[in-house]
Nanobody, 122 residues
Framework: DVQLVESGGGSVQAGGSLRLSCEAPGFTYDTYCMGWFRQAPGKEREAVASVNVVSRSTKYGDAVQGRFTISTDNAEKTLYLQMNSLKPEDTAIYYC????????????????WGQGTQVTVS
């Protein structure tokens, strides 16, 4: 059973930073692609960033390009999302996703999801 466990969410003032982590201890980490998505109340889940854990190639959603950085520690099977210059519109539940064959920014490409971690920017 694949388990993805996110942590690092919280409340921060606009302009601040947070770092999210996603541990995937039982996952075949070095085979698939992983990503971060977010969902604000009343809105659809949207892509934040994705990474090919082998090539380390990345993609970002337009709303976060230049402010967020996705990275991976393959030895620790942990995915990170460094979020800088946070804005109130970044407020959402952030989800870690895994299992895509390519590092695309598409919800349907990822079969495995974490439980989410709340990020609130005021």
């Amino acid at each position: 059973d694949v388990q993805l466990v996110e942590s690092g969410g919280g409340s921060v003032q606009a302009g601040g930073s947070l770092r999210l982590s996603c541990e995937a201890p039982g996952f075949t980490y070095d085979t698939y692609c992983m990503g971060w998505f977010r969902q604000a109340p009343g809105k659809e889940r949207e892509a934040v960033a994705s990474v090919n854990v082998v090539s380390r190639s990345t993609k970002y959603g337009d709303a976060v390009q230049g402010r967020f950085t996705i990275s991976t520690d393959n030895a620790e099977k942990t995915l990170y999302l460094q979020m800088n210059s946070l804005k109130p519109e970044d407020t959402a539940i952030y989800y870690c996703a895994a299992g895509a064959w390519t590092y695309e920014l598409t919800v349907s490409a990822y079969p495995y999801w974490g439980q989410g971690t709340q990020v609130t920017v005021s």
